[in-house]
């Protein structure tokens, strides 16, 4: 590694991040602006967030969008798991490749394509469109990220362990909550994080699969910014950042956290003799 | 502690004897996994109390024998029998059987009393009972300060404790052993080996041991099945084995030996002579297993440490002398292993052990000696 600065490297990275971040910044920085004037500052205040408070339809949308949030990312948390487990531990049943592409292909798939095709599924099946009508829709966005993340901690399992559960007298569904469960707890829990942060900023799906009564956050703001922006929506904007920043961030730290333990543990016997 | 009780063991062979019925019977037991036959049409008894030892090099079928008789795999034909019960159709967790794995297989978020109380509270053991269950385990196996540890705060050689711990607590009838000792270094194994026999006479189990390591299985285990691509190639006592090998995959697979290739060219009474053209030698030996029968290719198998070694030579007449010029001499602290070549160009290894402390060796590179061995100390095998 080249440990001197380069121009070329503190530049691009410069770059980078003011292309990723500066826009937020201006969000997050207006969201305090005194003034009423969205793009004139007017000095530092709280009063747009003060206000959020007493607007009671952002106030219902935020419950909505906690609400599905959690339900979807919990549904999608358990689907997700047990797919994870067939594709882990299946590994030569029929049509194998065809599930996997299959729990897979929504992660690429245009979200206005499975947005529309639950539309058509909901109003085919004469499912009332709402709150649930969003609930099932980010299950189904949300499983196939939840089945990876998962995934990629069943690979590091030890299949051993489960034999040696099931050889001391443990039967297979217990088994799987005595042993597997906690073992795999970090991904499952990283894997519901990802969901609940998925379900918080979807506005695509959301917007396609809602129906009266079931406005969710980022439709609300969306429909709020075809009025013009106001400092308020800078506001409540920086709050889902925030949230979602904090999802991320735990997530992420948990997948990260049991494997640098695992090695702190491991050095110690080994430096233990 | 554990007090020995060698004497019990002295007469221990109850495969000799014909009203006993074996306690562990595989039965024409065959494995597939797809195009691969893993176990082919094999057939063994384990008797009760034994310490078996299933060995064989990787591949050979002797894992997946095992992983059988735990309930992880099915036989594709054949069956299985637990003291006279059929064991196919019961899964592995309501099988009397425990298994201590390779791996060792600990719960990482488990203390190591838990690891231990494990399988007795799916058995439903009340806790009081279990309690005193894990801490005579505990002590078995000499890891009482360490109950309330995890697995990662411990030694290789701990774990390893503590995974024997756990697979004896619910006191099985049947112990399996897969390459138990395969993850400790030499001392430790063999501290550990003899452990492990004490283990199972105090406990009075029956033990099967899967190893690829033949100074393991000799040391530990009563009887000995050598396998070989998914086939027992023999079973018998670690001596039998060793000194009566049935063939020369056995010959050669445990222990050392010598093969000198020939033509048979008279046998009587189980007598056999070989005619070793290439090094220009007649060999009269033991006829090993098999028919051994005049013009058929063989070989004679003797073991190094049965080579006598000598400048001299022999008295005109003496049967079974070969000649050559000392090759390689290896010094191995016990003992010294001369590598001798014969006129044809093949080596034959002998070895000495040294009784005494003298540095200078009567035998030295590229001196001419004459090898020897008594009339009974090897074996002619068939090719």
Known sequence: MNKTTSWFNVTSLVFGFAFLYVPILILVVYSFNASKLVTVWGGFSTRWYAELLHDQAIIDAAWVTMGVGILSASFATVLGTMAALVLDRYSKFHGRALFSGMVYAPLVMPEVITGLSLLLLFVAVGFDRGFWSVVIAHTTLTMCFVAVVVQSRLVTLDRSLEEAALDLGCPPVKTFFLITLPLILPGVVAGWMLAFTLSLDDLVIASFTTGPGATTLPIKIYSMVRLGVTPEINAISTILISVIAVGVIVASVLSHRSQVEKEKAERAVFLAG | ?383
Request: glycine share 8%; hydrophobic share 45%.
């Open chain 2, 1 to 383: 502690m554990i007090e020995a009780v060698g004497p019990i063991k002295r007469k221990f062979a109850p495969w000799d004897d014909p009203t006993l019925k074996p306690f562990i019977r595989f039965e024409n037991v065959t494995k597939r996994f797809g195009d691969f036959t893993a176990v082919d049409n094999l057939t063994l008894d384990i008797y009760e109390r034994e310490f078996f030892a299933l060995l064989g090099p990787s591949g050979c079928g002797k894992t997946t024998l095992m992983r059988m008789l735990a309930g992880f795999e099915q036989p594709t034909e054949g069956r299985i029998l637990l003291d006279g019960k059929d064991l196919s159709g019961i899964p592995p967790y309501k099988r009397p059987v425990n298994m201590m794995f390779q791996s060792y297989a600990l719960f990482p978020h488990m203390t190591v009393e838990g690891n231990i109380a494990f399988g007795l509270k799916q058995e439903g053991m009340d806790t009081s009972n279990i309690n005193t269950r894990v801490a005579e385990m505990l002590e078995l196996v000499k890891l009482e300060k360490f109950a309330k540890r995890k697995p990662h705060q411990l030694s290789g050689g701990q774990r390893q404790r503590v995974a024997l711990a756990r697979s004896l607590a619910k006191r099985p009838k049947v112990l399996l052993l897969d390459e138990p000792l395969g993850a400790l270094d030499k001392k430790l194994r063999e501290e550990t080996q003899f452990e492990l026999m004490d283990i199972q006479m105090e406990l009075g189990m029956t033990f099967l041991i899967v190893t690829h390591d033949q100074e393991e299985a000799m040391t530990v285990s009563d009887r000995i099945a050598v396998m070989n691509h998914g086939v027992i190639a023999q079973i018998g006592t670690a001596s039998q084995i060793y000194e009566q090998p049935a063939s020369r995959y056995v010959a050669d697979f445990v222990g050392d030996i010598n093969l000198i290739d020939g033509t048979v060219s008279a046998v009587e009474g189980g007598v056999a002579t070989l005619h070793c053209a290439g090094v220009d030698a007649t060999i009269v030996a033991e006829a090993g297993p098999g028919e051994v029968a005049v013009g058929a290719e063989a070989g004679f198998a003797i073991r190094p440490e049965k080579v006598q070694i000598s400048l001299e030579a022999p008295p005109a007449g003496t049967p079974n002398v070969l000649s050559g010029e000392v090759w390689d001499i290896g010094y191995l602290g016990d003992i010294s292993v001369y590598r001798v070549r014969l006129a044809g160009g093949s080596i034959v290894k002998a070895t000495v052990a040294n009784l005494t402390r003298i540095v200078e060796r009567p035998i030295t590179w590229e001196d001419k000696v004459y090898l020897t061995w008594p009339a009974d100390a090897g074996v002619i095998l068939l090719k």
